[in-house]
């Protein structure tokens, strides 16, 4: 069975030569995590950070803790996003109160360890605003609790995540001077659509499946055509 084609010999080896570069391209669904702390923002059922947690790990020789308040840290959710593995190389904390949450950040270093390259922190402030202390104290533990974090982050190298209960506390207004970068995540009908700054989306990442956005493919279809008009022009 032969092959048709509208190009000679050599211009199909010019096209095809383009078309395994592409094959190469990384299709970026999620933006990068910085050293520091990333601040997201998202709705209360997406389970974002188990997303993010399993694409950093998946793969890697590296560990992550998770400090949760507000029953974030569903471990089906990390396991429908990564693999078995992945599960294996978080290790999560629960708090219930405000001291206990106090008490477990202040206990960082007797869980990070060398390999660990994310630290969560889903909530933050969440048990320091729910009435269980008076909002003086409420306040001097948290700022405890956010120091303690960022020299933590600072010594080891971590990428922090945290999401804040309320956008409009005193305590996020606060603590946004230290952030490194900024991750706002919702769902559309193509899948989880990421806004953050110096980020642009190209894929949509929904379960198991990628689907690239419009504006990517045609993209590349224009550097397809423009690589078969220079083949053409140098052989014509």
């Not at 603590?175 to 193509?190: L, M, N, P, W, Y």
């Not at 894929?203 to 493919?217: D, E, K, L, R």
Request: glycine residues 6%.
């Amino acid at each position: 069975m032969n092959n048709i084609s509208p190009y000679t010999q050599e211009e199909s080896e010019g096209v095809r030569g383009q078309q395994s570069e592409t094959q190469h391209v990384v299709v970026q669904s999620q933006p990068q995590l910085y050293q520091g702390v990333n601040l997201i923002s998202k709705p209360e059922d997406l389970p974002a950070f188990q997303s993010l947690v399993s694409n950093q790990l998946e793969g890697r020789n590296s560990t992550a803790v998770w400090i949760d308040s507000g029953n974030e840290s569903s471990t089906y959710a990390l396991r429908s996003a990564g693999t078995r593995s992945v599960m294996e190389k978080v290790h999560i904390g629960r708090a219930f109160t405000p001291f206990q949450h106090h008490t477990l950040v202040h206990s960082l270093e007797e869980f990070v360890k060398e390999n660990t390259e994310i630290l969560v922190l889903p909530n933050i402030d969440l048990l320091y605003l729910d009435g269980q202390v008076r909002e003086w104290e409420a306040e001097e533990l948290f700022e405890e609790v956010w120091q303690k974090v960022l020299k933590t982050a600072e010594k080891h190298g971590l990428k922090v995540l945290v999401s804040f209960s309320s956008k409009s506390t005193s305590l996020l207004q606060h603590a946004r001077k230290d952030v490194e970068r900024e991750i706002s995540i919702g769902a559309t009908q193509e899948g989880w659509k990421y806004d953050s700054s110096g980020f642009k989306q190209n894929a949509y990442s929904n379960g198991g499946s990628v689907q690239t956005t419009v504006s990517h493919w045609m993209q590349k279809a224009s550097d397809a055509v423009q690589a078969s008009v220079e083949v053409k022009r140098r052989h014509g």
